[in-house]
DNA sequence: AATAATTGTTATTCACCATATCAAATACCG
DNA sequence: CGGTATTTGATATGGTGAATAACAATTATT
């Protein structure tokens, strides 16, 4: 159970090769009965998943973050020393599928592996202080662009409503 | 873009494996600050559909469903005689991948395919009668399983908001 | 001291997602 | 009508995510 990943991609390029507008005056076919799919809440929940994480993946492209990269980061600014299975477990990432997640925020000087000192088996994780940088500068994007919108199109109330319902479900379900 | 896929995975194995149950008498260490990714509708958005995904697939585990193939047989059912790009295009299916999802679906004598009288390049889909036998079982399972207790956690009010601003976040966002 | 467990890592497998391309069939258009 | 473009289902392929097994180094247990 990966949780918050989602690849680098030009999410508008693979919306639109999806939709497949009817390329100007085609035959235009009526369009099909959802039916109970309307009902399913998994079915509205993956695509509103996939929508809200298109466009985060839209609003924070100028740093090249994925939203589980941006989780990584997060996660290490909140909890500095913290090693790689304590950080992967908590956002559902498996240890093996994190190593290669951790050398690319690395190679990439965000964050740092350090050997720790009381138990020389494990990695001690840490931001650099570029890591700080991108990510204060992250935050800002995520907040003025992409909850902002979230927020204009549900309204603060509803929008709080729904993450208490998602989390509770996260949690509880 | 595809969606509302999942592997048949057992599901109960793969959240222990995950959670890591601190096997017993171990050194439970304090658990990590979520900080502002409790805030971040994305990450509980992202938490809450594997769950509520989780829980689907072991609700219908006995007619070995995934949810992904649970939506093409609704929207067959509903939009018999259809072909194969316009059901996957509603489903957000790409059609090169729809391909094998069909052959599978077939092979198990769930749906066929047939060969349009007007345009014999397109492919008529339709349930077979097992196909419809297979679905309405589904559909009690889900209704009376998955479902329901979704309506025990949240109540029948919240649930049809959740599912209401869901909807609109997947339509308009 | 011997054995078991943990940590990071590698390798591998599988499902999912996306693109390019193809042959057959149809639509379009001069 | 005939030639070109488009559409449909299909194949092949590459990329990413997710999951398991196994390993060496280190630490815990007893």
Redesign the pocket.
């Known amino acids: ?3 918050y ?3 680098v ?1 030009d999410a508008a ?2 919306s639109r ?2 939709r497949k507008e009817p ?1 100007e005056g ?2 235009e076919t009526s369009p099909l009965q959802l039916g109970e799919l309307s009902e399913l809440l998994g079915y509205s929940l993956k695509r509103a998943q996939l929508k809200v994480f298109e466009d985060f993946l839209h609003c924070v492209a100028p740093l090249q973050l ?1 939203p ?1 990269q941006f989780s990584v980061l997060l996660l290490l600014e909140k909890n500095p020393g913290r ?3 304590e950080i992967a477990n908590t956002l559902g ?5 994190f ?1 290669a997640m ?1 050398d690319g925020l690395e190679s990439r000087d965000l964050c740092a ?1 350090a050997r720790s000192a009381n ?5 001690v994780l840490m931001l650099t202080d570029k890591g700080k940088a991108v990510l204060a500068r992250a935050k800002k994007l995520v907040a003025s662009k992409h909850e902002a919108r979230l927020n204009e199109l549900l309204g603060p109330a509803n929008r709080a409503a729904l993450l208490s319902m998602l989390t509770k479900i996260a949690r509880e379900f």
């Open positions: 159970m990966t949780v990943k989602a690849a991609v390029k693979a090769a999806v390329a085609a035959l994925t589980a090693n790689q299975t990432i498996l240890r093996p599928n190593v951790l592996r138990d020389r088996r494990s990695h």
